[in-house]
């Protein structure tokens, strides 16, 4: 069994910073890509940004220039630097892992991200 444990979502003022962390842990291996998705009020889920276990990172147009993603291999962890923060950022930031020879893939239960104008 994989967790996905996430930290660091809040409430921020336009403008601000906030620091994502996720952590896997369970039954994982093989680790190919992590990264974080979100998702608005009505809306579909979306990816915000992933890096792959080389260090290769795939970011969402909307937050390019203002988010950095990054991991650290040895704890199976994956962060998400927030900042310039806007209200539109605003929604549930969810962690994700694909790993193993069939790329199962994982999710974490989320974490609010509330920014207000």
């Known amino acids: 069994q994989v967790q996905l444990v996430e930290s660091g979502g809040g409430l921020v003022q336009a403008g601000g910073s906030l620091r994502l962390s996720c952590a896997a842990s369970?039954?994982?291996?093989?680790?190919?890509?992590m990264g974080w998705y979100r998702q608005a009020p009505g809306k579909q889920r979306e990816l915000v940004a992933s890096?792959?276990?080389?260090?290769?990172?795939n970011y969402a147009d909307s937050v390019k220039g203002r988010f950095t993603i990054s991991r650290d291999n040895a704890k199976n962890a994956v962060y998400l630097q927030m900042n310039s923060l806007k209200p539109e950022d605003t929604a549930v930031y969810y962690c994700?892992?694909?790993?193993?020879?069939?790329?199962?893939?994982?999710w974490g239960r989320g974490t609010q991200v509330t920014v207000s104008s």
């Open positions: 994700n892992v694909v790993w193993g020879n069939n790329r199962y893939t994982d």
């Open positions: 369970g039954s994982i291996f093989s680790i190919v890509a």
């Open positions: 890096i792959t276990n080389g260090g290769s990172t």
